[in-house]
């Protein structure tokens, strides 16, 4: 997490003052925030260096010389007890996390003087204006210049103080406005964690200290209250005392340094930033509607209906379900090869066959694959479907008798299925007929890639026409790319389908949900959309395919408006 964790103090000889401090730095290498390359190895419980006689130093320091200069103002030395966090000696700790490439680094400033700068009014801030009610709890303020902060003050047991309590605050300063705000519930509850451990430390010290000698009771007593002598009316004459002997902790500040850093660890972690696609496409929604939930909760993939004479599925999904697990339950033949996709498809069958078939798919014509194996015959069935969205895909992979197109555009026959004379005569279909090698005494199986001996016999009385529809001279465009990758082409498919289907919703609003329209009108419209004559029969058979949420969509707001 991009952020700084800081633990202030207000103290009474110089006002609020940043105590104590932790800041990741990315890189390869951690040892650049330091000076020298040679890290202690003293390492602690909590897995960190003790960092001895060596300034921190900033990532920035190192690439730019203007910011040579850039030791907070003030001094080590000039700081009081209860201001000074670390001895002299000690710049402060650091903790590495060598698989994240993240060092943790503590110490008494931060070392960059813009950094400092942010920290120290945020410092101020948190201890003078920025109080939320009852003086005590988290508060966010901040602005895009000096940074977001998330202020979480609380008081401290101190039986020589005034009021008997010392003021502090622990803040979290980052850039980022909504990541914060986001990381509130979650830091503020281990913050809390944090104070509470210290102010249950201080409270044991305060009730022994209370127990020896009752301040309360000694300046209730005292006769004198002039201010220059107030300091001497405090029982031990000491002004001011460190957090570690508040605590009566000499390693408070490395259990710091522990919290802060696991703080800032988790807090990245839990969030993850993630590249948004933008609305759903068509095809997820069609996924989504697919799916049905029962009054359990649980989604049905699929439903099978028990019936050994004949079992027909109205859906691709579910057809392509039960298809994968009576695959998996029957022997398959190793020696049959299958189609792998659309290039391998295009290979096998040559550009001619191909193209004519692949007219017939994006127009809506029924496309019949009669084969003697089932497995051959639902891989071409499955790679022609890539070829048009989900919604216009309505599967029966293999079937012993003839299904009409009404209840499906991708038909797998047995072998011995002969179609319907008034289907033969139709010129709204296309037909491939799977020859089989003749089989020879050799029996090794050949391999799973070898379409040697093979034929495919196309039947269709479909007349192509002058110019092919735009999207199919897309499609193939892309699937004869031998410089792509596959992986690269089913993304171009899907990008060229959605982009045709985005001109099919218009297309329906259009002419659908607002209205009949006139010849004319229509026409200007697809010139508008980029559309021209030969693509007008791919997108009424697109729209078929559109989800019943968008066309239930734009029916009622277009109803709506009268």
């Given at each position: 997490?991009?952020?700084?964790?800081?633990?202030?103090?207000?103290?009474?000889?110089?006002?609020?003052?940043?105590?104590?401090?932790?800041?990741?730095?990315?890189?390869?290498?951690?040892?650049?925030?330091?000076?020298?390359?040679?890290?202690?190895?003293?390492?602690?419980?909590?897995?960190?260096?003790?960092?001895?006689?060596?300034?921190?130093?900033?990532?920035?320091?190192?690439?730019?010389?203007?910011?040579?200069?850039?030791?907070?103002?003030?001094?080590?030395?000039?700081?009081?007890?209860?201001?000074?966090?670390?001895?002299?000696?000690?710049?402060?700790?650091?903790?590495?996390?060598?698989?994240?490439?993240?060092?943790?680094?503590?110490?008494?400033?931060?070392?960059?003087?813009?950094?400092?700068?942010?920290?120290?009014?945020?410092?101020?801030?948190?201890?003078?204006?920025?109080?939320?009610?009852?003086?005590?709890?988290?508060?966010?303020?901040?602005?895009?210049?000096?940074?977001?902060?998330?202020?979480?003050?609380?008081?401290?047991?101190?039986?020589?103080?005034?009021?008997?309590?010392?003021?502090?605050?622990?803040?979290?300063?980052?850039?980022?406005?909504?990541?914060?705000?986001?990381?509130?519930?979650?830091?503020?509850?281990?913050?809390?964690?944090?104070?509470?451990?210290?102010?249950?430390?201080?409270?044991?010290?305060?009730?022994?200290?209370?127990?020896?000698?009752?301040?309360?009771?000694?300046?209730?007593?005292?006769a004198v209250w002039a201010p220059a002598n107030y300091r001497q009316q405090r029982g031990v004459n000491k002004s001011v005392r460190s957090l570690i002997e508040l605590t009566n902790d000499k390693n408070v500040f490395q259990q710091s340094h522990t919290s802060f850093t696991?703080?800032?660890?988790?807090?990245?972690?839990?969030?993850?930033?993630?590249?948004?696609?933008?609305?759903?496409?068509?095809?997820?929604?069609?996924?989504?509607?697919?799916?049905?939930?029962?009054?359990?909760?649980?989604?049905?993939?699929?439903?099978?209906?028990?019936?050994?004479?004949?079992?027909?599925?109205?859906?691709?999904?579910?057809?392509?379900?039960?298809?994968?697990?009576?695959?998996?339950?029957?022997?398959?033949?190793?020696?049959?090869?299958?189609?792998?996709?659309?290039?391998?498809?295009?290979?096998?069958?040559?550009?001619?066959?191909?193209?004519?078939?692949?007219?017939?798919?994006?127009?809506?014509?029924?496309?019949?694959?009669?084969?003697?194996?089932?497995?051959?015959?639902?891989?071409?069935?499955?790679?022609?479907?890539?070829?048009?969205?989900?919604?216009?895909?309505?599967?029966?992979?293999?079937?012993?008798?003839?299904?009409?197109?009404?209840?499906?555009?991708?038909?797998?026959?047995?072998?011995?299925?002969?179609?319907?004379?008034?289907?033969?005569?139709?010129?709204?279909?296309?037909?491939?007929?799977?020859?089989?090698?003749?089989?020879?005494?050799?029996?090794?199986?050949?391999?799973?890639?070898?379409?040697?001996?093979?034929?495919?016999?196309?039947?269709?009385?479909?007349?192509?026409?002058?110019?092919?529809?735009?999207?199919?001279?897309?499609?193939?465009?892309?699937?004869?790319?031998?410089?792509?990758?596959?992986?690269?082409?089913?993304?171009?498919?899907?990008?060229?389908?959605?982009?045709?289907?985005?001109?099919?919703?218009?297309?329906?609003?259009?002419?659908?949900?607002?209205?009949?329209?006139?010849?004319?009108?229509?026409?200007?419209?697809?010139?508008?959309?980029?559309?021209?004559?030969?693509?007008?029969?791919?997108?009424?058979?697109?729209?078929?395919?559109?989800?019943?949420?968008?066309?239930?969509?734009?029916?009622?707001?277009?109803?709506?408006?009268?």
């Open positions: 997490m991009n952020a700084i964790i800081a633990l202030c103090h207000f103290c009474e000889m110089h006002g609020p003052s940043v105590l104590f401090c932790t800041q990741a730095f990315h890189s390869h290498n951690p040892d650049h925030v330091l000076e020298n390359n040679v890290l202690d190895s003293e390492l602690s419980d909590s897995g960190s260096y003790y960092i001895r006689d060596r300034r921190l130093k900033s990532p920035t320091e190192s690439v730019s010389s203007s910011l040579s200069d850039h030791t907070p103002p003030t001094k080590t030395s000039d700081l009081c007890e209860a201001c000074r966090s670390l001895p002299a000696g000690q710049p402060g700790y650091i903790s590495n996390d060598h698989e994240a490439k993240v060092s943790y680094v503590s110490s008494q400033h931060p070392d960059h003087p813009q950094v400092f700068s942010m920290v120290r009014q945020a410092c101020v801030r948190s201890l003078s204006c920025e109080v939320c009610q009852g003086r005590e709890g988290p508060i966010f303020f901040g602005d895009d210049h000096r940074g977001h902060v998330l202020s979480y003050t609380f008081f401290i047991k101190d039986s020589q103080a005034r009021g008997l309590q010392r003021w502090y605050s622990i803040i979290v300063v980052m850039m980022d406005k909504i990541y914060l705000l986001n990381s509130w519930p979650f830091l503020v509850t281990h913050i809390k964690e944090v104070i509470d451990k210290l102010q249950g430390k201080a409270e044991k010290v305060y009730e022994v200290e209370q127990a020896q000698c009752p301040q309360r009771a000694l300046r209730l007593g005292a696991w703080i800032l660890k988790a807090g990245g972690n839990r969030m993850t930033e993630k590249l948004l696609e933008g609305p759903p496409t068509e095809d997820s929604i069609i996924d989504l509607e697919k799916m049905e939930e029962t009054e359990e909760g649980f989604i049905k993939l699929y439903t099978k209906t028990v019936n050994h004479e004949e079992t027909v599925e109205d859906s691709c999904e579910e057809d392509s379900a039960l298809d994968s697990m009576s695959d998996e339950l029957e022997l398959v033949n190793p020696g049959i090869p299958t189609f792998k996709n659309l290039r391998h498809l295009l290979k096998v069958l040559g550009y001619t066959q191909f193209h004519k078939l692949a007219h017939n798919v994006v127009i809506g014509n029924q496309i019949i694959v009669r084969g003697s194996e089932k497995v051959l015959v639902k891989s071409m069935i499955d790679c022609l479907k890539a070829l048009l969205p989900k919604g216009c895909c309505r599967v029966i992979s293999y079937s012993s008798k003839y299904e009409d197109s009404w209840r499906c555009n991708f038909l797998g026959l047995t072998e011995e299925v002969t179609l319907p004379s008034h289907i033969q005569t139709s010129d709204m279909y296309a037909m491939v007929d799977i020859k089989e090698p003749e089989k020879s005494g050799d029996l090794s199986p050949p391999d799973c890639d070898d379409f040697v001996g093979y034929h495919f016999e196309l039947t269709t009385t479909t007349a192509l026409p002058e110019k092919i529809p735009t999207v199919l001279s897309k499609l193939e465009v892309a699937i004869m790319n031998d410089h792509l990758n596959y992986s690269v082409v089913e993304q171009c498919l899907i990008c060229h389908k959605e982009e045709w289907m985005n001109k099919v919703k218009v297309l329906f609003k259009f002419t659908k949900a607002e209205g009949n329209r006139s010849e004319e009108d229509t026409k200007k419209l697809l010139q508008v959309l980029g559309a021209q004559e030969e693509d007008k029969q791919v997108l009424k058979f697109w729209m078929t395919g559109l989800s019943v949420q968008y066309r239930t969509h734009m029916l009622s707001a277009t109803m709506s408006q009268f």
